[in-house]
């Protein structure tokens, strides 16, 4: 079974500043799709950004970008210039084929980032 | 639409009543998901229906039962739960099932579940 590592339960960013996320998994897929979800307080899941294994642009998406690195299994967010809607719990995903659980999603523990004014 | 809508948002049940939760998408998406999310962690699969039919059960109690009426429509049932049961469902839908190009999630805004 693959599974996703968030090693930082908490981070804190300055408004304005730049924040990353820190995200490891393991695998022995060779395709296979990574995702960042924040879950505002409303408890909404929303698709920060995703990544395809097989391209090897990092993805990015007005502030948010990853730095995806697949021979080392890692695949960290970065958010900049944050604002304070940015606080949320953010999510790290991983979707692969399975015979078990077919295309479902795998997360992580999870990163609570505080914004402070 | 791109919009999966769950009702009800909160609900409230003694451990010996009984209760639906619904989920709805008019995407056209042929695979529907229900998660498990308890308070500061990750959502946790339950069931996933690929063209109407439960193709997933990850070892979740009989005391919750999925239905799939048809394509856009996905209901939990609910019956005799425990207290720790309580905890915010997710439903979960994508394009298909099977395709290399299936996967991206659209979430609901869940149902906040308390049973008393």
């Known amino acids: 079974a693959q599974t996703v590592t968030q090693s930082q339960p908490e981070m804190s960013v300055q408004e304005a500043e730049t924040v990353t996320l820190s995200c490891t998994y393991d695998t022995s897929e060779s395709d296979y799709y990574l995702f960042w979800y924040k879950q505002p307080p409303s408890r909404q899941m929303i698709l920060v950004i995703r990544q395809e294994a097989y391209k090897q642009q990092n993805a990015t998406e007005n502030r948010f970008s990853v730095n995806f690195q697949k021979a080392a299994k890692s695949f960290s967010l970065k958010i900049s210039d944050s604002q304070l809607g940015d606080a949320a719990m953010y999510f790290c995903?991983?979707?692969?084929?399975?015979?078990?659980?077919?295309?479902?999603?795998?997360f992580g523990k999870g990163t609570s980032l505080l914004v402070t004014p | 639409d791109t919009e999966v809508t769950q009702t009800p948002k909160h609900l409230v049940m003694g451990m010996t009543n009984k209760k639906s939760l619904k989920c709805e998408q008019h995407?056209?998406?042929?695979?529907m998901y229900w998660y498990k999310q308890k308070a500061k962690k990750p959502p946790e699969l339950m069931f996933v229906y690929s063209y109407e039919k439960l193709s997933i059960n990850e070892s979740v109690p009989s005391r919750f039962s999925p239905e799939c009426p048809n394509s856009s429509l996905l209901n939990l049932h609910l019956h005799a739960l425990q207290p720790e049961d309580s905890a915010l469902y997710l439903c979960?839908?994508?394009?298909?099932?099977?395709?290399?190009?299936?996967?991206?999630?659209?979430f609901g805004s869940g149902t906040q579940l308390s049973v008393l």
């Open positions: 995903a991983y979707r692969s084929w399975d015979s078990n659980s077919g295309y479902a999603l795998n």
């Open positions: 995407m056209g998406h042929r695979a």
């Open positions: 979960a839908s994508s394009h298909h099932p099977d395709s290399a190009t299936n996967e991206k999630l659209f």
